[in-house]
């Protein structure tokens, strides 16, 4: 089992930066697929990015360019660097694990933070 912690959200101007961070408890860290998604208000939850055990990444096509998920596993962080936010992409961010295989739905995701607010003012 694995617990999960984000921190780094905030309010910022569109056009600026924001990095999110994901610590996770327990010792197998590098075994668990890591994905982030978020969830604006009256929304349901979306994919956002997500990487593998190995390293290859995956991104949703509206952040592509923009954000850049990464891992230390030596850490037990996953990493979301969000750069050019638009007002759209405010919303709670949400990371989550899972083990083996890379999927895109939240259903496939076994364990979850709290969930880091962004807001991203015009």
């Known amino acids: 089992q694995v617990q999960l912690v984000e921190s780094g959200g905030g309010l910022v101007q569109a056009g600026g930066s924001l990095r999110l961070s994901c610590a996770a408890s327990?010792?197998?860290?590098?075994?668990?697929?890591m994905g982030w998604f978020r969830q604006a208000p009256g929304k349901e939850r979306e994919f956002v990015a997500a990487i593998s055990r190995s390293g290859n990444t995956y991104y949703t096509d509206s952040v592509k360019g923009r954000f850049t998920i990464s891992r230390d596993n030596a850490k037990n962080t996953v990493y979301l660097q969000m750069n050019s936010l638009k007002p759209e992409d405010t919303a709670v961010y949400y990371c989550a694990a899972r083990l083996i295989a890379v999927v895109t739905t939240a259903s496939g995701y076994n364990y979850w933070g709290q969930g880091t607010q962004v807001t991203v003012s015009s």
């Open positions: 327990g010792r197998t860290f590098s075994y668990y697929t």
